[in-house]
């Protein structure tokens, strides 16, 4: 299991790519492909009212979150980088540049 996770602007992200031989979690809209590797994370976006605080750069702002986003691999290569664009992505939608993020790809191992 690879974790792979982002800082910018005083937080972090933190999503997990299984890889060959573990099991991802199952729940609606996992992928149903026995994909080599899978990639789990949550993906948000600031909004006005509702939602959960967020300390960003000092400021509070406010995040909903949509269904976690899963998709699945043929390569590590393949599922590391997509799983590096989508945490830059997130970051991009509370309005923090992509090259602010840090990325950490720490290996777990059973």
């Known amino acids: 299991m690879l974790l792979v996770r982002g800082h910018a602007g005083g937080t972090a992200l933190t999503g997990t ?11 609606s809209g996992a992928p149903n492909e026995a994909a080599p590797y899978v990639w789990v994370c949550d993906a948000f976006y600031e909004v006005e009212s509702g939602g959960s605080e967020l300390e960003l750069d000092g400021e509070t702002i406010r995040v909903a979150f949509e ?35 840090e990325i950490d790809v720490i290996e777990e191992r059973a």
């Open 67 to 101: 269904s976690p986003t899963t998709r699945g691999f043929e390569t590590r290569e393949g599922a590391l980088t997509a799983a590096k664009d989508h945490v830059r992505t997130q970051f991009a939608r509370v309005g923090l540049s992509s090259s602010a993020v």
């Open 17 to 27: 790519i299984y890889e060959r031989g573990e099991e991802p979690p199952t729940f």
